[in-house]
């Protein structure tokens, strides 16, 4: 079983920035994605970001694309989502997830394991 846990929400005005953490224990596998989903009020749950951990790839959806930043960290199983110039359409609970596939998954399906989520709050 892999456990995730995800930090650094809060609230931050427009054009500020945010940096989410993830960390993962449990039983890892080699190589796997994890990836950043989030979901705000009355909305599906839609893919942000995601980085391959074999190779670094990363790989963002149109919206958050030049603003936001996936990457590993360090210590092995920590990834972070470096979120810039934020708008208040990014206003949503972020959750960590991470999938044993090897190549670079959106749909929410692929993913086994899920944090509990972070809220961020844009807003003036």
């Known amino acids: 079983q892999v456990q995730l846990v995800e930090s650094g929400g809060g609230m931050v005005q427009p054009g500020g920035s945010l940096r989410l953490s993830c960390a993962a224990s449990?039983?890892?596998?080699?190589?796997?994605?994890m990836a950043w989903f989030r979901q705000a009020p009355e909305k599906e749950r839609e893919f942000v970001a995601g980085?391959?951990?074999?190779?670094?790839?990363?790989y963002y959806s149109d919206s958050v694309k030049g603003r936001f930043t996936i990457s590993r960290g360090n210590v092995r199983n920590t990834v972070y989502l470096q979120m810039n110039s934020l708008k208040l359409a990014d206003t949503a609970v972020y959750y960590c997830?991470?999938?044993?596939?090897?190549?670079?998954?959106?749909?929410?399906?692929?993913?086994?394991?899920w944090g509990q989520g972070t809220q961020v709050t844009v807003s003036s």
């Open positions: 980085i391959r951990w074999s190779g670094g790839s990363t």
């Open positions: 997830a991470a999938t044993s596939m090897e190549y670079s998954s959106r749909v929410e399906s692929d993913f086994d394991y």
């Open positions: 449990g039983r890892t596998f080699g190589s796997y994605v």
